[in-house]
């Protein structure tokens, strides 16, 4: 299992501002991922993220913890596809990320899946960070986003120069993917 703090910037486009953004990075990587989303009553109260990502055959599960300083922290591990199925079906196996989720208190047979979202993502890396240009579907919505996860002290000054450039308006950080598929999941109904 590995960690890191996850700082980045996100903001909703609309079609124009995506395809503006789209063509701007030609050499952009272009690939199609799918976020499963998990939840349970603790996770919930604790502000957790509990995910699994599959991305060109390959399966991640992470948890993100509560945003903190500026950031969240992150915990990713690889798995095979038979973890992912059991996570999906239950009972929800046991690993590195579950063990941490016990640590916090989190009832792991209360694991349930919620939601999932496929993105179409073009990954720019810059200097300072990775910019993501991001067209999601997820519980009947659709929707474009970008986001920005700096590497180092000059990111923030890289994502400032890019919105300028761009013509973005930073000024309202985009809710996560994961609260932007329960609020469709709830509107839906």
Request: charge should be negative.
């Amino acid at each position: 299992m590995n960690t890191n703090l996850e700082i980045e910037y996100k903001v909703l486009l609309n079609k124009d501002a995506f395809d503006a953004l789209v063509n701007a990075y030609p050499d952009a990587r272009t690939y199609t991922q799918t976020n499963h989303y998990f939840t349970s009553p603790v996770l919930k109260d604790k502000r957790m993220a509990l995910r699994i990502r599959e991305k060109n055959g390959a399966y991640e599960m992470t948890v993100k913890t509560a945003k903190v300083n500026g950031g969240r922290m992150e915990y990713n591990l690889d798995i095979t596809k038979d973890t992912m199925d059991l996570a999906m079906n239950g009972p929800f196996p046991d690993n590195d990320i579950t063990a941490f989720l016990k640590s916090e208190g989190v009832i792991i047979k209360d694991i349930t899946p919620l939601a999932s979202l496929t993105t179409i993502r073009h990954d720019v890396i810059l200097d300072h960070g990775t910019l993501s240009i991001d067209e999601s579907f997820y519980e009947g919505a659709h929707d474009y986003e970008v986001e920005f996860e700096i590497s180092d002290d000059q990111g923030p000054k890289q994502w400032a120069d890019l919105c300028a450039t761009h013509h973005i308006d930073a000024t309202k950080e985009a809710p996560t993917k994961l609260a932007r598929a329960i609020n469709a999941m709830n509107n839906h109904d």
